[in-house]
């Protein structure tokens, strides 16, 4: 386990680029598996949890030829995918867990079995088991809801479902089962969350049309497409947004950020909370223009350093801003007033208890914070004094406390800091980078 220290930082400066994001190279890996001829991916991220997906397509069969700057995925076609003699290991990536057996789903007579490490066996899978059923495949879970897991595929019937609760996962791995089977399937969102997997299908000659809070597939004979782009990830670049907005004096820039407006809730959650972040962001879509995009916008953003105030993050906006809201709690020990997060439960099911996890960092470095049941109260008491953060295998608890460190009084340990390499492998090089020489 990897201890690291951060020490107050004095003011940050210079450039960073976001590296690529993961939410869209576990898509590209999937749907370059599933396509019929060779999909070229540039700007893959090389991080834990996006290999485990690139060692998973290989084992269903899928040729993956790695270059210095480029990916080819020779994929099998969407029916074709192989049996494995071992239980795919999807590592720690529950975006992976749950994407995958979509297609799974839809090869007839073949099963597998999925397993991942502690984290992932405490993660829900009983959320993608009752849609995939419906469609008529059949998946066995240890205690009817975790992994391991096995799929066994079938001739898929299409569906509508109705997601119990908002998930870019859920409705994906519907989404990727309804390319291949009989019909037009539909998933209605209780609120929009990332539509990466609806871009990428669209792009590869799909039929996705998206009403209001529905989203409908038409089933295909193959994907086609010959070249997939990642772009920057908005989530990893919200840890040196973060830092550049509260450490006095900074003022950086993030280049290359994702700006798909599902993914930017963390830019407009800073905007009403003061801070100074400037890019040309994509706009929001009110859902009443049926065609879906088939590119993922970007931008640099300029961030400087400026006073915050607290705010309230409604249940509609949790999904736009998931993954960094344990920095908008970190925030919220900077800002003056309360920051309030509601409507997040779902953060107790990731890589840890993020609720928890997020309290407990946030005092235990001299902060004031209160979990609730589907959130935090953070009130902000001028800064943060320092101390210990265990990431408990969670990377972006780790960066969390990185990024506490630069901004606090006295410096922060990372207990577990390695765990960053899920998804940032470069973040201690891009943090020290923008430290003053
Ligand atoms: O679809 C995705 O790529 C993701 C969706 C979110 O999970 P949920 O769908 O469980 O909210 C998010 O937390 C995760 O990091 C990535
Ligand atoms: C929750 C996350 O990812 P996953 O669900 O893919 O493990 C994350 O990256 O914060």
Redesign the pocket.
Known sequence: MTTVRYEPSGRLRGSVAAPPD??IS??AAIVGAMASEPVRITGYLDAADTNSTLAAVQALGARVDAKPDEIVIRGTGLREARSAPHPIDVGNA??LM??LPGWLAAQEGRRWTLDGDDSIRRRPVDRIAEPLRRMGADIEARDGRFPPFTVRGARLRAIHYELP????????CVLLAGVAADGATTVTEPAP??D??ERMLAAAGVAVQRHGRHVTVQCADELELDHIHVPGDP?SAAFAIAAGVIVPGSRLLVRNVGVNWTRTGFLRILERMGAIVVGDLEAPDDGSDPIVPTSEPVTDLDVTAGPLAGTVVEPDEV?LA??ELPLVGLLGCFAEGETVVTGAH?LR??ESDRIAAVVTALNALGGDAEATEDGFVVRGTGGLRGGVVDSGGDHRMAMLGAVAGLASREGVEVLDMGAAAVSYPGFDADVRSLLRR
């Open positions: 993961k939410s576990h898509r529950g975006t749950r994407l609760v908002a998930s870019a996962q859920v409705k994906s969350s990332r990466h997997t989530s999904p998931i993954d779902e099911v990731k």
